[in-house]
Every structure is written in structure tokens, then in C-alpha cells.
């Protein structure tokens, strides 16, 4: 019956949910760091690449007709080129601990006069 005890958990909740993009980042040491990065960034470059080349041979360099396009290629390059973007994504999520504050962390104050 007491308001404090039940406004409590509904102010941590919301502030939880304001630093939301905290709980998605992963913090491992440097050498994880550099083998996700740069292996991350290979596969998604690749399937981008490898996506674009087996889109355009489905479309015949883009001037295929409609009814000519062969539907399983492009759909194959379509989900190459998402394959990549995704990689990318997540790889994107790893940090170390000696990585600077994260742009939705606002714990400390601005220093821009």
C-alpha cells in the first residue's frame, strides 16, 4: 500500500530501458577483438561482393526481361548481400575494455565548453 515501495521498480525499469544499448555490446580482450573484426569484416565484404556478382548474373547485367531473370539466382544474391550486412552488424557489437564510453552512455558530462 505504500506508493514508494511500488514507484521503485518502475523507475528502475524505465532507466534500464533508456540505457538499453548497454546490455547489447560485448566486452572481450583485445585479441578476440581483432580476430572477430577482421575476420567479421572479410565475410561480410565477401558476401556482399560474391551477393552483387550472383545478382547481376541472374539479371544478365541488368538487361534481362522480367521473365528472363532467373528468380533463384537473385534471390540467392539478395540473401548474400543481407548475409553480409548482417555479419557486419553484429561484429560491430564487440568492444574491448580499453574502448571509450559508448554514445548512449551519458554519465559524465560534455567538456564542449
Do not use: C, Q, W
Not at 538487361?63 to 560491430?92: H, M, Q
Request: glycine fraction near 10%; charge should be negative.
Amino acid at each position: 500500500m505504500d506508493d514508494v515501495d511500488t514507484e521503485e521498480p518502475h523507475e528502475s525499469a524505465a532507466s534500464e530501458e533508456s540505457s538499453g544499448g548497454r546490455g547489447r555490446e560485448v566486452e572481450v580482450p583485445m585479441r578476440l577483438y581483432k580476430t572477430v573484426t577482421v575476420f567479421a569484416t572479410m565475410l561480410a565484404m565477401t558476401g556482399v561482393i560474391l551477393g552483387f556478382i550472383v545478382l547481376d548474373t541472374a539479371t544478365n547485367n541488368a538487361s534481362a526481361a522480367l521473365s528472363e531473370v532467373n528468380l533463384l539466382l537473385a534471390l540467392l544474391g539478395l540473401g548474400l548481400i543481407v548475409a553480409g550486412a548482417a555479419i557486419y552488424a553484429f561484429s560491430t557489437r564487440f568492444r574491448t575494455a580499453g574502448m571509450g564510453k559508448s554514445k548512449d552512455d551519458t554519465d559524465e558530462e560534455s567538456d564542449n565548453g
